[in-house]
């Protein structure tokens, strides 16, 4: 009696996806170092593709010509300010922090200011809790400093990853949905969240830090405060921060104006920076933020929580687009596997 074969089909199918992952991963693992600059390329690839398309295949530019038309772009207007103002950020920090004597003065100032106000009281001001803040926010300027190389590394890859992923874009996004082995309406629908949320976090992002930085940094200098600059950018560096966004920098300032007896200056700059400067954030993400991308507030915040422990300062890009993934893919399945018809509730109210 003849005896039936095992179909190896599936057993060759596993197979091949499992030697793939063991693959990706030895990669992934050993490219950890670039992986900054790859994320950078994607990101610009997917901002400039339909123009880039557009000037290719409308217009008939040269392809390299317009690829390096691009990089320039984002040198100029994207690496450069990046570098000046991180440049900018480090020495003025350096040189606070070379100036111990009036860090102390202001924090004595703001120790007898709090000292007897409710709430501020019981924050915990001594001495040993500065110098512990003081050391752990000096050790980590080495590790700042040195980072200016890896950073200037990713840059080159980005540049470069760029150029090839533009020059053979056509190429590139036909393999990809060829090797996505779902429907064409579920590639829609990834393209669409990808895009989206790249587009909404790598736009919207900078935008409302650099509106939020600049009516901060106008604040600061109406009402009299040192480093106006200095703390302008870090107010709008501080508007990724999850839930207290641009509060972690104004109210510390708030109240060192007021622990150093500028009373009016000090409620001024504090009604100024929360009517103004918080609202700012409301105005653009039902404005220009919404335009971008519909984002919940929950991915945005948890998402941003993620990606800055993954990827650092592009998780702010990536760490959003992974979590509404689970959406994604969800909605991925329900149109390659869903089978079920969909059952309305009833309607109680009748």
């Known amino acids: 009696m003849k005896q039936k074969q095992i179909n190896n089909t599936p057993i060759n199918q596993i197979m091949l996806i499992l030697i793939i992952l063991l693959i990706c991963i030895l990669i992934f693992k050993n490219l950890l170092y670039y992986l900054p600059g790859f994320l950078g390329a994607i990101t610009l690839y997917i901002l400039f593709r339909n123009s880039y398309f557009t000037l290719t295949e409308k217009y008939r530019w040269n392809k390299s010509l317009a690829s390096i038309l691009y990089i320039f772009v984002s040198i100029v207007f994207i690496v450069a300010p990046i570098w000046a103002i991180g440049e900018y950020l480090i020495r003025q920090i350096v040189e606070v922090l070379n100036n111990p004597q009036e860090i102390v003065r202001q924090f004595n100032n703001v120790k007898a200011y709090m ?3 409710p709430l501020l009281k019981d924050i915990d001001m001594s001495d040993e809790a500065l110098m512990n803040f003081l050391q752990r926010l000096t050790k980590y300027i080495p ?4 980072s200016v190389a890896e950073v200037a590394v990713n840059i080159l890859v980005t540049l470069f990853v ?7 874009g056509r190429n590139m996004e036909d393999y990809i949905r060829r090797a996505i082995p779902f429907s064409q309406k579920s590639k829609i629908e990834i393209w669409r969240e990808v895009e989206m949320m790249v587009k909404s976090n790598a736009i919207g992002i900078p935008i409302l830090g650099l ?8 604040g600061y200098w109406v009402f009299g405060v ?21 509060m972690t920098i104004y109210v510390p300032v708030c109240i060192t104006v007021l622990a150093a007896g500028q009373t009016a200056n000090g409620i001024g700059l504090l009604i100024y920076c929360f009517i103004l400067v918080g609202g700012i954030d409301n105005i653009l993400r039902f404005t220009i933020l919404k335009t971008l991308g519909d984002v919940p507030p929950l991915i945005t915040v948890f998402g941003v929580l993620l990606g800055l422990n993954m990827f650092g300062m592009l998780g ?21 596997f869903g089978k079920g018809k969909i059952i309305e509730l009833p309607d109680e109210s009748s």
Request: charged letters at 10%; a negative charge.
């Open 115 to 117: 000292s007897d106000k």
């Open 143 to 146: 590790s700042v400093l040195n």
């Open 226 to 246: 040192e480093n106006f600059i200095l703390l302008g950018i870090l107010t709008g560096i501080s508007s990724i921060v999850p839930l207290l966004g641009t």
């Open 162 to 168: 760029l150029y090839f992923m533009q020059v053979h």
């Open 316 to 336: 702010l890009i990536f760490g959003p687009l992974i979590l509404s993934s689970v959406g994604v893919l969800i909605k991925v399945y329900s149109n390659e």
């Open 211 to 218: 509106c939020q930085g600049l009516v901060a940094m106008l």
